[in-house]
């Protein structure tokens, strides 16, 4: 028996969809246990694609339990549809499948109309660049002691009594600090009573189910979304998300001890993307030849929002920051493939700012903005890599990027990704076996 977390390094977007869908394999209970709706986690098993936003990835797996932990916020709207996708495709999604933690909050309508009215308002330059689902204000209710559980769900009258206080108090902010549309009670508790139908034999104690698990020996998986430096207290503030990305809001977001947790593995992209706002070191702009290669050639758009994904050379400094914040035991590097045909390749190995040298990201978001990347420069590989099936088998060029990352980093790779598909990938250590 063993629990293993999968965490993102970078920005997000690295790639975690594919690599929890691979452990999955190796587990019995798959847990997502932060974000929202403005994550995405996008597979590709057997030349079909798949998009998911809240519900984990391991629900392609019929003999899988997936369960939603109390750290994720959720738009019963979007779970639903996504649902039904799976029903419509054959892949029935049932109670005994899916679990929905009775403490995850859920994102009002009126959440979405605040994240549009205050992005709205901020000034050129200030904008975070949300993605308009609701997040920060569901997180901010959340932490406000006003929020709605899906619990509530289950008792009419609590429901109710809740949503009265809370349309009162958000329509006075979205009509009278911004002049927007009130949100109205009527169409969002009918809306919520159809949902509170739907997904009511879903909703449980999901910490009670995960301590049988472990104590029935299961393999447990969880499962983050975004990346490290999206993280709310460790990433690059305020371009960041509302939720603790780092390892340890597995125990928090999902009810679950700590002592209990085996392996922590990283998923690191061979190189380093960011979608929306903030400071990106190692970006090469838009018009740049290699940057817009990678962009093209990794399919470098957003799983949420279809935005374009900026792209630059891989960045040690982020990379180790995950190392510290998340405690990895292990790395998953994907997206390698993409690299092959460039000549050099360069890695960032720490920042200097108004001649300060930083083994780290500034906490300073001024100092973030103007960090200038120190490169290293090695060689690359000509050679498609997609059809390879062991480590051994890769250029040896390939093989010595992958090394440079280890030696750089202290932490071993365990999967090394060749391509989008499940059987594009290298396993090099199972972190479900001891």
């Not at 970078?10 to 997502?32: F, S």
């Not at 519900?55 to 019929?62: D, H, K, M, N, Q």
Request: hydrophobic share 35%.
């Amino acid at each position: 028996m063993a629990s293993v977390v999968v965490v993102g390094t970078q920005w997000g977007d690295e790639g975690k969809g594919k690599i929890v869908d691979l452990l999955t394999n190796y587990a019995d209970c798959i847990v997502r246990f932060q974000g929202g709706n403005n994550a995405g986690h996008t597979l590709v098993v057997n030349g079909k694609k798949y998009v998911f936003h809240i519900i984990p990835s391991g629900i392609l797996y019929e003999d899988k339990t997936c369960m939603i932990g109390n750290g994720v916020i959720i738009d019963p709207g979007v779970l639903l549809t996504e649902m039904d996708e799976l029903n419509g495709k054959g892949l029935p999604v049932t109670p005994g499948r899916l679990m929905i933690s009775e403490n995850a909050h859920l994102i009002m309508p009126y959440h979405q109309m605040l994240d549009h009215a205050r992005e709205a308002a901020l000034s050129k330059g200030k904008k975070i660049g949300t993605t308009g689902r609701g997040i920060g204000p569901c997180y901010m209710d959340k932490v406000g002691r006003v929020g709605i559980k899906a619990g509530d769900l289950l008792d009419r009258a609590q429901f109710l009594d809740k949503l009265q206080a809370n349309v009162e108090e958000k329509n006075f902010y979205l009509t009278k600090q911004y002049g927007a549309e009130a949100a109205s009670f009527e169409t969002i508790k009918a809306q919520f009573e159809g949902f509170a139908e739907k997904l009511g034999p879903f909703i449980g104690n999901v910490s009670m189910e995960l301590d049988k698990a472990r104590k029935g020996g299961r393999n447990i998986l969880f499962e983050g979304a975004q990346g490290t430096q999206l993280d709310i207290d460790h990433g690059t503030y305020p371009f960041v998300t509302s939720s603790n990305t780092i390892s340890g809001n597995a125990c928090i977001g999902s009810g679950f001890g700590p002592a209990h947790i085996d392996e922590v593995i990283g998923i690191l992209k061979a190189y380093t993307t960011r979608v929306g706002e903030g400071p990106f070191p190692t970006e090469l702009p838009e018009g740049d030849k290699v940057g817009d290669e990678l962009q093209s050639k990794g399919g470098e758009f957003g799983a949420t929002t279809g935005r374009r994904r900026r792209c630059g050379w891989l960045d040690m400094v982020v990379a180790n920051d995950a190392v510290r914040l998340n405690g990895l035991t292990g790395l998953a590097i994907t997206k390698l493939d993409v690299l092959s045909g460039q000549p050099k390749l360069l890695i960032g190995r720490k920042y200097t700012v108004e001649n300060e040298g930083f083994d780290c990201m500034p906490c300073n978001i001024r100092k973030t903005a103007l960090a200038k990347p120190v490169y290293e420069e090695v060689e690359g590989w000509k050679e498609d890599i997609t059809k390879v099936r062991d480590f051994a088998d890769l250029p040896q060029k390939a093989r010595d990027y992958v090394k440079r990352i280890e030696d750089i980093s202290g932490i071993a790779p365990v999967i090394v990704s060749v391509g989008p598909d499940r059987e594009e990938t290298l396993m090099l250590r199972n972190p479900f076996e001891k």
